[in-house]
């Protein structure tokens, strides 16, 4: 893509991303300031993620063996109740150096194409996740996906756009932390990034645009980061 280009679609994204922005500010408000514009309500529990290694992502993380002690975050966009459907967020920080990274999952298709929709959800048992936007990495864009696999179980995967699933590894909550209920931890993929999954200047840039939002919206001075597109 030429800088014109590169320019031109980052222009682009920015105003979709003021649009957004003034969409979940106006959403917060409604909330009267006390929940998060997308994602208010969620369960937090620990988990295990074993990743089984010998992927040929480029991506060392996505690419090696490891078992991690991980967080996990299920939610649903509109807070709406069961049994009605909602768009759900599957958000999960894992270690990486001295720190950890945010990644952020939502309900969506698995094929070709549908893995780019949203789509609607009752269960997460029930659902495939992907992260929406791609990543870039050394052998190119590439998109992550978490499948069901029983209550409170996902299959991690990863995938070139509209290439094949390649399960790289078992996500699992811990069994007895699967009811834990309100949780104020936020997930922030923009700052808590896991090495060589860059995000693309677009993606990153709707995402500060919706996050800043809805910190405003709760009229909120610090940091602190909330769940936007991804979940």
Known sequence: MSDRSTRAALALTGAAGRV???????VGKARRARHKALHPRGRTAPGMLRRHGGSRSGVAWLDGAGTDRVLVRLSRSAGLPHPLPDILGLAVRVPVGDGHGDLLFASTGRGRLSRFLLRPARRHERAA?????????????VLLAAFPAGVGHFALAWSRLTGDWNVIGELSMDSADRSVGESPVSFDPVVNTVPGLDSYGWAEQLRQFSYAAARRSRGR???DADEGLGR
């Open 20 to 26: 957004l922005a003034g969409v979940f500010f106006l």
């Open 129 to 141: 996740h992907t992260t929406l936007f791609p990543f870039r990495t050394p052998v190119g864009a």
């Open 221 to 223: 001075a610090d940091a």
